[in-house]
């Protein structure tokens, strides 16, 4: 088993915030200004970045500056450590019912 558990600690530290969640869901749509982000919250500029840096420490983000205007991305495959941790977390059991119900839709469709 792979030990990347730093990854998944910030990661979750990160997400476990529901402001950072709703930006994390929202630049998953596209990229977006901070002023357009700050529109979703009722809080103060400062508050907000200091969201965005959580988010940007832990990899989850990465933002860019040109003049006087900072964009917000998601970093892609930003998520994917802890769709790793989770997939590892999944009981044999729960695999092998995967692996059945793969079988069952592949032997419906043949038929």
Excluded: C
Excluded at 8 to 32: G, N
Excluded at 84 to 102: N, Y
């Amino acid at each position: 088993m792979p030990n990347y558990s730093a990854e998944v600690d910030a990661v979750l530290r990160a997400l476990a915030d529901p402001t950072r969640r709703t930006v994390v869901e929202r630049l998953a749509k596209s990229p977006a200004v901070v002023s357009d982000l700050l529109a979703l919250f009722s809080m103060t500029l400062p508050s907000l970045l200091q969201h965005l840096r959580i988010l940007e420490d832990a990899r989850v983000i990465s933002s860019s500056k040109q003049g006087r205007v900072r964009t917000v991305n998601l970093r892609p495959g930003a998520l994917d450590v802890l769709h790793l941790w989770l997939g590892e977390q999944r009981t044999s059991a729960e695999r092998q019912a995967d692996r059945l119900g793969i079988h069952l839709t592949r032997a419906i469709k043949e038929t």
